[in-house]
């Protein structure tokens, strides 16, 4: 579902993405199987990609009743552009959170996925339940382009 009208949500998801064609749909499809008791919002920051990426969002079919797709409308010579001239590309990840209504923020990139449907909902309920944190996270599998599993990045907190 398209989000056009101003509202604030319990969660949101910043999607940064550039050239990322060959796996947006993959991270589109991770974020469309959340199982959440809360509605949260997906806000989309395309850093002006020169391949299909922007077109792949706009025509994925969500079926998540609870996700509410934000695309940052941004265009060459724009403001956004402008600054980000000035800024340089961490910009688009700073400008995506600022754009972001929600009291947790979750972070992905357009080249990776979600593998667990209730992620966003584990990690939700641990920051309720641990007002002493203010992040959490989880372990990561990285994989090359053929798909081959390079390494596995335990996240240890100390």
């Known amino acids: 579902m398209m989000c056009d009208e101003v509202k604030e949500f319990f969660l949101s998801v ?12 993959e991270a589109l499809r991770s974020i469309d199987i959340q199982r959440t008791k809360f509605d949260f919002e997906v ?5 002006f990609s020169t391949d299909d990426t922007l077109l792949k969002i706009r025509n994925f079919k969500f079926n998540n009743k609870k996700l509410h797709l934000k695309i940052l409308n941004r265009q060459i010579g724009d403001e956004y552009h402008q600054e980000r001239r000035e800024k340089g590309r961490l910009f688009n990840f700073v400008n995506i959170i600022q754009n972001c209504s929600g009291s947790y923020v979750a972070l992905l ?35 090359d382009t053929r798909g081959k599993e390079k390494k596995h990045t335990p996240c240890i907190l100390s």
């Open 43 to 47: 806000v989309v920051g395309d850093d």
């Open 109 to 143: 990139d357009g080249d990776d996925y979600w593998t667990d449907p209730l992620k966003l909902q584990r990690q939700v309920d641990f920051l309720e339940a641990n007002n002493d944190f203010s992040i959490c996270f989880h372990n990561v599998n990285i994989e």
């Open 14 to 25: 910043r999607l940064m993405t550039y050239n990322h064609s060959g796996y947006i749909e």
